[in-house]
């Protein structure tokens, strides 16, 4: 069998603990706090990065570059890997797709970059159906074939408490901003890979999680029309910085969702967090390709 390393980046939500458990590589998002570049993996923790955002220091995120994704990919292939996975954030939501794409083609097929349009959960799903075909024999270019085949077959939603970290991406305009925060209006986004787009606006917190369960349990009943509840996962995610409010997130999914028998709770990586600021909620649902 092929020796296949799979490789993402900080976008998919999985720590450096779990990337040893599972046998993943991880390539750093590097994370810009008024000029100084750090990384969630290197000992960024989550409380010092939150606390950073909430004073309003002047935070930004950019893409690993070049020299570093290729000196990730050149290592990989030294220590005895024959093909690479690499399973970067959408390419509807970051240029680094793209630009990982170019540099491959110095590599004969040895690295084959998906662009399975996915972030957070969804992205996650992808690497553990990546790590399932490696297993049973697959090689790199049929599991990028298969999970770009599947790319579609997912969706988030995700609303946010303060639209003001969205007016700094741009993806709101300052207008809206303040008019959210006077009205307390709370955005839910949907995500199927490309950017997000606002699928409805109310006010408060309590109706946009209720509008965010709504939502996925359409999407959910459109996929078990043609496939078995152990296909599907649901993955709650979130930016609270209060455990027992992740929990109570994902116990909310949980009576939702009574009958999908793996649901599970996976923080939003710090990069994600930059965009949405704390306090976030998401729902990402996937179907899953690898047989269990």
Not at 75 to 102: F, T
Not at 248 to 266: A, C, G
Request: aromatic share 8%; hydrophobic share 40%.
């Amino acid at each position: 069998m092929m020796k296949i390393a799979i490789l993402t980046d900080s976008n998919a939500g999985i720590d450096i603990n779990e990337a040893k458990e599972l046998g993943v590589h991880l390539a750093y998002t590097p994370i810009v706090i008024e000029e100084e570049t750090f990384y969630q993996e290197d000992g960024l923790t989550k409380e010092k990065f939150y606390a950073e955002l909430k004073s309003d220091k002047n935070i930004t995120t950019s893409m690993p570059s070049p020299g570093d994704i290729m000196d990730r990919w050149d290592k990989l292939l030294d220590e005895g890997y024959e093909q690479i996975v690499y399973i970067p954030l959408s390419s509807g939501l970051s240029n680094s797709c793209h630009a990982a794409i170019q540099l491959s083609e110095e590599y004969d097929g040895k690295v084959q970059v998906v662009d399975n349009h996915r972030i957070s959960v969804t992205m996650r799903q992808a690497v553990l159906d990546a790590i399932w075909m490696a297993d049973n024999g697959k090689d790199a270019k049929e599991i990028k074939e298969a999970l770009e085949a599947n790319a579609f077959d997912s969706i988030i939603y995700l609303t946010v408490d303060d639209l003001k970290y969205l007016k700094k991406g741009g993806r709101v305009t300052p207008a809206a901003a303040a008019l959210g925060a006077v009205l307390n209006i709370k955005p839910v986004l949907r995500t199927v890979g490309e950017n997000f787009d606002a699928v409805d606006k109310v006010r408060g917190s309590k109706r946009a999680i209720s509008k965010m369960l709504d939502y996925t349990e359409e999407y959910v009943n459109k996929l078990l029309e043609n496939n078995d509840t152990s296909k599907i996962r649901i993955g709650a995610a979130g930016t609270f910085e209060k455990e027992e409010d992740a929990n109570s997130w994902l116990e909310q999914v949980k009576e939702r969702f009574p009958n999908i028998p793996d649901i599970y709770y996976d923080p939003l990586s710090l990069v994600v967090g930059v965009h949405t600021g704390p306090e976030a909620a998401g729902i990402g649902v996937s179907l899953i390709l690898r047989e269990e």
